[in-house]
């Protein structure tokens, strides 16, 4: 690397980086953060080098670092993948994402101790698939979406619940057990709030899970 201010060449020192890259490892993970992180473009991040650290970086170069660093790390991605898979649950989404002006999805699978995100150009079924495969006895946490009715058990979150009880509550034609309904089970998911608020032990949790359980099952 040249610096901008002496002119001297130096080596980079490429401890736990990639050995192949022109720059050490400090850069690679700065570049790295930058991009998938704070979400800056090339320009911004090759000037945000060249002003405040004097390294001058093309955008060629941060690419092909990107594309080295994934390909060092994608047996690490894919152990995170496989630990999510043995997850007893998994919260499930999905959202739009444009890399380059074409439309994209982000898929997230979360199993609170491990998050794991799917860069696809797809939002079909075929992407849990690839993902999943036969591993659909999981507990699937996710929204009323169709693909995710491959899983064979399923938990509709609570956003989605509540939205559409009350959407039924507020119909012209409601019955009264509809109104009903939504606001025992509102009342229900708020007592469950304000218990967590709380933070209580572990064995008060299981206490309270098995009694809004019962709660839940009576309701329905």
Known sequence: IKCLTCGKITKPQSLHGNSKS???????????????VCGATKRPTENLFRDFF????????????????????IDEYNNYLELVKQSQFSHKDETTYRVGGKLCWIWVYDSIKYVFYRLADSRKKQVLIDDFGLNQNQISINDCYSSYNMFKNRQICWAHILRE??????????TNEEKKFYLEILRLYKQTLSFLDKDPPLLEREKARADFENQLCNLM
């Open 165 to 174: 009880c009350k959407f039924h509550s507020e119909k012209e034609n409601v």
């Open 54 to 73: 004097a390294v001058e970086i093309s955008d060629t170069s941060l690419i092909n670092s990107e594309i080295r660093n994934s390909k060092e790390l």
């Open 22 to 36: 022109p720059f050490g490892k400090v850069i690679q993970t700065l570049a790295a953060y930058l991009g998938s």
